[in-house]
């Protein structure tokens, strides 16, 4: 169950936010708060994992709020300005709602805040995949479950803010983990595996094509080659080539 707390100074979104809530069996409203001096109230008492908040407030606009907490819970803005879309997700914000907000657009938003929930709960402590790799596999955790992945088969990895997504030939959709690029860069095999982007790890015996400044997989997905790592890929290119003199 996702705790969360709706904080907005109009009463009616308040009763809007809280028939919406009600619906969804994987939400619980903690609180419902007409100022951000009431959140950040609720905040310091109890265990709250996501808010929806309002951002044209006074006083304290729910922008300001969220930026002053030092840890704070998963966050969908609310809003009758478009204008705040942008600067709502410089603070990482999970999911922007424009007033008025119809069930469905909820909904999408409680979906989103349940998956991060759940990779978040699922999967503490995952950041240790580099010692859970075992010979010619690695073991990564994704949702409640515990997979092995061959490392040969492994196509490429990409890296999706908190999370990653390694995409294994023959499955049609990627394992997802709660990982960092770093820890599964360390986890693989420097030889077989290059950083081509700041997003993306690559197979290099995967790759089936190399195409102006992009990779390209048999399955016709294109891996762009960031500046900052395309010396390094080209060199081995260069490095790989039939006939190359020596």
């Known amino acids: 169950m996702i705790r969360c707390i709706i904080v907005d100074d109009e009463p009616l979104a308040v009763a809007q936010m809280e028939k919406y809530v009600e619906r969804v069996p994987f939400l619980e409203n903690v609180g419902s708060c007409s100022s951000a001096a009431e959140a950040m109230e609720v905040l310091s008492n109890g265990n709250v994992d996501a808010m929806f908040v309002d951002i044209s407030m006074p006083d304290i606009s ?137 997003s993306y790890l690559v197979n290099l015996n995967k790759i089936k094509e190399v195409s102006k400044m992009r990779i390209v997989y048999d399955n016709n997905v294109y891996i762009p080659i960031g500046d900052m790592y395309k010396d390094a890929f080209f060199a081995y290119v260069e490095d790989h080539f039939v006939g190359k003199k020596h």
Request: proline share 4%.
């Open 62 to 198: 729910g922008m300001q709020l969220v930026r002053t907490l030092s840890n704070p819970p998963m966050v969908v803005f609310t809003t009758a300005y478009s204008e705040y879309a942008v600067e709502g997700f410089k603070v990482d914000a999970v999911d922007y709602l424009l007033k008025p907000i119809g069930f469905d657009d909820f909904l999408r938003a409680a979906g989103k805040l349940n998956e991060m929930y759940t990779l978040r709960n699922a999967q503490q402590g995952s950041e240790t995949v580099s010692e859970a790799r075992c010979g010619d596999s690695l073991f990564v955790k994704s949702d409640y479950r515990i997979i092995r992945v061959p490392i040969d088969t492994i196509m490429y990895v990409e890296s999706m803010s908190e999370y990653v997504r390694i995409f294994v030939e023959g499955q049609a959709k990627p394992v997802i983990s709660l990982l960092s690029m770093k820890k599964v860069e360390e986890a693989l095999p420097a030889e077989m595996f290059m950083r081509v982007h700041r």
